[in-house]
């Protein structure tokens, strides 16, 4: 259906009708191909969560079926998730505070404090980006051992905290702020301590927003810091766990392999759907000054 052609005496409302006509149908095709789009990309996830939650003998059933017909399995299974998922959940939470205090703390003293060599030791901090995390996993695994953390969550946390890229992120949008505040309350005799925790982190509210939902994420789906440092089931995380659920019954056990995934990706999907208003805003915010 093609736009309606309007004669030259044609009113004003009848113009701007057949306009938003236009527009109402340009939209409704839009709409029909995102939806259908946005189905295909769910249907993987569908599957899996379906699956995860029916007998092991249905798991390759075909054509496959996306409503579940038992919800035993999760309940009734053979391993016990709620250790791994707990173990996952307090590395990524403590590991995000840590981050964001930490790398704010840094960003707050690079581009507001003056002493020597902070632009040397800034371009060292971050040659940490350039360094692989496997290549200084032998370090890390001897320092856990003289510090006697290995097999426990802390192993997991401290490598963590030391994050460049966080550092580098909320250095760029301290630089984009005023300084008017800051230095008035300096002037009023505030220390730096109070002028960070008073009036610059209030003010770092979306970058820290963006920055923890990265760390909680990567913090979440590491798997090489578990494979090394954790070797008792009490402290395993979950991508080590999967990993030992598929060996352990390969695919024989499909549905509780599946059932450990989805609850793998659940808390991910919630972060991203909660937070993701604040993510918007970090990037529309990144460049404006107020």
Known sequence: MGPQILPANATLTQRLASAFRAIHWRNTVTMTILII???LM???FMWTFSTSLRPPAEGFRLPPSFLPTEFETLRDGPIPFLPMYWNSFLVAAITTIGV???SSMAAFAFSRLRFPASNLLFYLLLLGLMVPPALVLIPLFFVMAQLGLMDTIWSLVLPGLANPLAVFMMREFMKSQPREYEESAFVDGASYWTIFWRISLPQMGPPIAALSIIVFTTSWNNFLLPLVFIRSFESMTLPVGILSLFGSYG?????VILAAVSLAVLPLLVVFLVAQRF????IAGTGVKK
Not at 251 to 255: C, V
Not at 279 to 282: A, F, G, N, R, Y
């Open 42 to 44: 769910l249907a993987p």
């Open 37 to 39: 789009g946005a189905l």
């Open 279 to 282: 993510i918007v805003e970090s």
């Open 251 to 255: 695919p024989q056990q499909l549905s």
């Open 100 to 102: 964001v205090l930490t």
